[in-house]
Protein backbone atom coordinates (compact mmCIF):
# COMPACT_ATOMS: atom_id res chain seq x y z
CA UNK A 1 0.00 0.00 0.00
CA UNK A 2 1.76 3.26 -0.75
CA UNK A 3 1.61 6.52 1.15
CA UNK A 4 -0.66 9.06 0.04
CA UNK A 5 2.04 12.12 -0.62
CA UNK A 6 -0.97 14.70 -1.35
CA UNK A 7 -1.55 16.86 1.57
CA UNK A 8 -4.91 16.74 3.42
CA UNK A 9 -4.19 17.48 7.18
CA UNK A 10 -4.40 21.15 8.43
CA UNK A 11 -1.35 21.94 10.52
CA UNK A 12 -3.23 21.52 13.64
CA UNK A 13 -4.35 17.95 12.74
CA UNK A 14 -1.01 17.38 11.51
CA UNK A 15 0.50 18.49 15.06
CA UNK A 16 -2.08 16.58 17.09
CA UNK A 17 -1.73 13.84 14.89
CA UNK A 18 2.17 12.98 15.79
CA UNK A 19 1.72 15.06 19.07
CA UNK A 20 3.83 17.92 19.06
CA UNK A 21 3.34 21.37 19.04
CA UNK A 22 2.09 23.65 15.55
CA UNK A 23 5.33 25.56 16.16
CA UNK A 24 7.88 22.95 15.92
CA UNK A 25 5.86 22.05 12.65
CA UNK A 26 6.39 25.12 11.26
CA UNK A 27 10.29 25.23 12.71
CA UNK A 28 10.60 21.69 10.91
CA UNK A 29 9.43 23.28 7.50
CA UNK A 30 11.88 26.57 7.89
CA UNK A 31 15.02 23.91 8.15
CA UNK A 32 13.96 22.07 5.26
CA UNK A 33 13.01 18.73 6.72
CA UNK A 34 9.59 18.44 4.96
CA UNK A 35 7.70 20.62 2.65
CA UNK A 36 3.81 20.08 3.11
CA UNK A 37 1.08 21.26 0.13
CA UNK A 38 0.11 24.69 0.21
CA UNK A 39 -3.25 25.92 -0.32
CA UNK A 40 -4.12 29.07 -2.34
CA UNK A 41 -4.48 30.83 0.79
CA UNK A 42 -1.22 29.65 1.75
CA UNK A 43 -2.71 27.50 4.25
CA UNK A 44 -0.29 24.08 5.07
CA UNK A 45 -1.81 21.07 4.25
CA UNK A 46 0.67 17.63 5.77
CA UNK A 47 0.23 14.39 3.22
CA UNK A 48 0.10 11.05 5.25
CA UNK A 49 4.03 10.68 3.80
CA UNK A 50 4.82 14.26 5.72
CA UNK A 51 3.15 12.52 9.18
CA UNK A 52 5.39 9.65 8.65
CA UNK A 53 8.38 12.20 8.53
CA UNK A 54 7.31 14.21 11.84
CA UNK A 55 7.03 10.37 13.41
CA UNK A 56 10.75 10.14 12.24
CA UNK A 57 11.93 13.73 13.14
CA UNK A 58 10.28 12.75 16.67
CA UNK A 59 11.91 9.56 16.83
CA UNK A 60 15.65 10.99 16.04
CA UNK A 61 15.46 14.25 18.25
CA UNK A 62 13.71 11.20 21.02
CA UNK A 63 17.41 9.81 20.51
CA UNK A 64 19.43 13.23 20.91
CA UNK A 65 20.12 14.44 17.56
CA UNK A 66 19.83 17.55 16.73
CA UNK A 67 17.82 19.79 14.32
CA UNK A 68 20.79 19.27 11.78
CA UNK A 69 21.50 15.90 13.02
CA UNK A 70 17.68 15.05 11.76
CA UNK A 71 18.07 16.86 8.32
CA UNK A 72 21.04 14.42 7.82
CA UNK A 73 19.49 11.11 8.92
CA UNK A 74 16.70 12.05 6.54
CA UNK A 75 19.26 12.65 3.81
CA UNK A 76 21.19 9.88 4.28
CA UNK A 77 17.73 7.41 4.37
CA UNK A 78 16.28 9.10 1.23
CA UNK A 79 19.49 8.49 -0.77
CA UNK A 80 19.02 5.08 0.69
CA UNK A 81 15.89 4.49 -0.80
CA UNK A 82 16.97 5.99 -4.18
CA UNK A 83 19.56 3.83 -4.22
CA UNK A 84 18.02 0.62 -3.69
CA UNK A 85 15.32 1.66 -5.76
CA UNK A 86 17.90 1.90 -8.67
CA UNK A 87 19.15 -1.49 -7.29
CA UNK A 88 16.00 -3.53 -7.66
CA UNK A 89 15.12 -1.43 -11.21
CA UNK A 90 18.53 -3.05 -12.60
CA UNK A 91 17.52 -6.64 -11.06
CA UNK A 92 14.06 -6.23 -13.29
CA UNK A 93 15.90 -5.88 -16.50
Known amino acids: MAVRAQGVFAISVAAQMVRMEVQNLRVYERRGLLNPD ?20 RELLADGLNLAGV ?9 VRRLRSQLAARRRD
Open 71 to 79: ARVLELEAE
Open 38 to 57: RTEGGNRLYSEADIDVLHRI
